[in-house]
């Protein structure tokens, strides 16, 4: 096919039929490669005013292109993907902890395009996200863990069955556990191992006379017992009792309690022939439960970059900064290109002498107008991070203080 077949010239838009494919008269040109943002009205509509701007930019009409439209395109499409990364990016920086074991992750295998009916990875909005306690919640449930007060592990309850005479039990073979938990490490937690309540010993529901509960009950006070008690001793009078019953369990009886070594129970006081078949409860976590880093409410969530359901961003909500650095990177990309193409012939023979090709200078000047735009890119979305924005608002409070610190204070005569 003659290289003439490849010249460039200027490209229109022919009907948005109901999959809003891109379509162009002109030899050589048609969808974009990877035809991601062909369904997006705004990106097809201005494809082609780019694609002119872009001619224009690089001489034509003046000079001759030697390549198509469906080059410029390929251009547009990939500056829109490069935004896109970086705004992604930026997002991770911001908010990856946060997605991290929470919002369902995706493959870029599930990508489609736009003429599929499946388009799970293509383009889409990302709604505003507001942080939460990200990787610090996990890191609470495992100190409630420990404290028995919340968590993700299931806090199991096991017992053992009292011999007479029998001071030492072995939890891990002599307990009365589920079947799957048999020869696994158990973590115990509790022991319930311990005599009655002191406060048991000396509130009397039914103290007083019955022309006093009849007071109570008038006063609203017959559902509190021992109400007597309440009205007639302060609060610090019942800790001080309870006190002194438990001191004297401890001192002159054999109170109830227990030594737990390397899940070896030793309880006390010894069991006498009345206990025998009565049990001991206890609470323990399973060792493999504990340690393991998988927990079911997280599979299939986000673990990494790469996983994170970010998609390319819809044209139609960039707005006009974002617009501008895209057709600039379209002319820097279209830049190198074109002179890619002129590179493969440094001199082109005359009747009268020859013409040097431009190739090597516009691939030069294009790669140079990438990495400024990228760097001017990379170094704007740094600056507006959460950390930077939280050292900008401690500098101002800072910078407040000190003004503050300056100004007269207003003095009152009274």
């Known amino acids: 096919m003659s290289k003439f077949s490849y010249l460039y010239t200027d490209p229109t838009v022919t009907g948005f039929s109901a999959s809003l494919a891109l379509k162009t008269i002109g030899t050589g040109t048609g969808p974009t490669p990877y035809g991601t943002y062909d369904t997006d009205i705004s990106f097809v509509s201005e494809s082609v005013d780019v694609c002119k701007w872009t001619a224009r930019r690089l001489g034509h009409p003046v000079m001759q292109l030697e390549f198509s439209s469906g080059s410029i395109w390929a251009c ?87 011999s007479t005479s029998k001071q030492v039990y072995d939890l891990q073979t002599e307990s009365n556990i589920s079947s799957s938990h048999t020869g696994k490490r158990l973590e115990i937690q509790r022991v319930f191992n311990m005599g009655p309540s002191a406060i048991t010993r000396f509130y009397d529901p039914f103290a007083g006379s019955f022309e006093q509960r009849n007071m109570l009950d008038a006063f609203g006070m017959s559902n509190v017992a021992p109400a007597v008690t309440y009205i007639m001793r302060p609060i610090s009078h019942d800790i001080s009792r309870a006190q002194a019953i438990e001191t004297n369990d401890l001192i002159r009886k054999s109170a109830y309690s227990f030594e737990l070594v390397n899940n070896k129970l030793r309880i006390f006081p010894r069991p006498a022939s009345a206990d025998e078949g009565d049990k001991i409860w206890f609470h323990y976590y399973v060792r493999d439960e504990q340690v393991s880093t998988t927990r079911s409410s997280t599979i299939n969530k986000v673990t990494d970059p790469s996983n994170i359901p970010y998609k390319f961003i819809t044209y139609n909500e960039i707005n006009a900064a974002g617009r501008q650095w895209i057709r600039k990177y379209t002319l820097a990309l279209a830049k190198e290109l074109l002179g890619i193409i002129r590179s493969k012939y440094a001199a082109l023979p005359l009747p009268n002498g020859e013409v040097t090709m431009d190739g090597e200078a516009l691939k030069a000047e294009g790669r140079e107008e990438k990495t400024m735009l990228l760097e001017e890119l990379k170094e704007f979305l740094d600056s507006v991070t959460l950390s930077e924005r939280s050292r900008a608002e401690a500098d101002t409070a800072e910078a407040n203080q000190q003004l503050l610190a300056r100004s007269p204070l207003q003095i009152y005569i009274g």
């Open 76 to 162: 547009f499409e990939e500056a829109v993907s490069e935004y896109s990364l970086h705004i992604n990016n930026y997002n991770m920086k911001n908010w990856l902890w946060d997605s991290y074991g929470a919002d369902t992750k995706k493959s870029g295998s599930q990508w489609s395009n736009a003429g599929a009916s499946s388009n799970t990875m293509g383009t889409g909005s990302i709604q505003p996200t507001h942080g939460h306690l990200g990787t610090a919640f996990y890191l609470s449930k495992q100190y409630g863990e420990t404290a028995n007060v919340g968590g993700e592990i299931t806090l199991h309850t096991g017992s053992i069955s009292l």
